[in-house]
């Protein structure tokens, strides 16, 4: 197919990111730093190689499967020796990397574009909140300097042109004390970007199926403070409630069962006009 019609965004960004070895290892060689990370692989030499990465991550660290994990599944804590065997068989012998634990102030992610003629569009970064490994809220703006914004941008930026990528793609941080550790990226419209629905010039699909499509993209200007509150589970009862409020805009995924742990919608609240509009 892609030797007939443009494919956007790549094979390769899709291929960077399903694997989270391959993921860390192009963020490293194209110099954005990550937590340390070290691969494990199933059978007879599992435990062997995982106390290996220990040593060489250090502990507490997180074991996950190298791909299809997400809203934290597929993953396993180790705080030590002890933890190993339960952390081994939670993965059920699919091929894993150990995670180390980052000490971060918070977490922000930066949704941005890129266009078919190499034009970038970064939305304002947002706070993330996560409840059990999944993402709970996301408020923007982030209570970042100027500096860790601009930086931001410029990781965000660095991705995408090392991808030579098009479309929308989101970006999740930490921020320490030495600076900022790309968590992941998503090559795709990303869940700590509804936001831009209500307080932004332009929504993030928007944007997405305008770079796809070879339109101009958009300056991304935010209007509004907001904040975005996913409804998970049983939280989706909230709705009657919440639609009555002022400023809020309930936006469902027309799933016919609420469980536990399954985003069944959010909430985006506008608190007030933007200070700083961008």
């Known amino acids: 197919i892609e030797a007939q019609v443009p494919i956007r965004p790549s094979r390769q960004a899709l291929a960077v990111s ?12 194209i110099g954005l730093a990550t937590a340390a990370f070290a691969p494990v692989s199933p059978g007879p030499s599992a435990a062997g190689e995982l106390a290996q990465a220990m040593a060489s991550v250090g502990t507490p660290a997180i074991l996950k499967t190298r791909r299809l994990g997400y809203d934290g599944k597929g993953q396993a804590r180790i705080d030590g020796p002890h933890d190993t065997t339960a952390a081994l068989d939670a993965m059920d012998g699919a091929e894993a990397i150990l995670e180390g634990f980052v000490d971060f102030e918070r977490e922000i992610s930066v949704i941005a574009a890129r266009g078919a003629d190499g ?19 996301t408020r923007v703006p982030a209570p970042i300097d100027a500096q860790t914004r601009e930086a931001a941008f410029g990781i965000a930026g660095t991705i995408l042109a090392a991808l030579d990528y098009v479309g929308v793609l989101g970006v999740e941080l930490f921020q320490t004390s030495d600076g900022l550790l790309v968590n992941e990226i998503a090559p795709r419209v990303h869940n700590s970007g509804h936001w831009t629905e209500a307080g932004a010039v332009i929504s993030q699909f928007e944007q997405h199926i305008r770079a796809i499509a070879g339109w101009p993209l958009v300056d991304p200007i935010r209007h509004s403070d907001v904040e975005m509150t996913n409804l998970i589970g049983d939280d989706v009862d909230q709705v009657p409630g919440i639609s009555g409020e002022t400023g809020a805009l309930v936006h469902l ?10 985003k069944m919608g959010h909430v985006t609240r506008i608190l007030a006009p933007a200070a700083d509009r961008r």
């Open 119 to 137: 034009m970038i569009a970064c939305f304002e970064p947002g706070e993330n909140v996560h409840k059990d490994g999944i993402l709970h809220t």
């Open 253 to 262: 995924y027309g799933k016919s069962e609420a469980r536990p742990g399954r």
């Open 18 to 29: 399903q694997d989270r070895l391959t993921e860390k290892t192009f963020l490293n060689d």
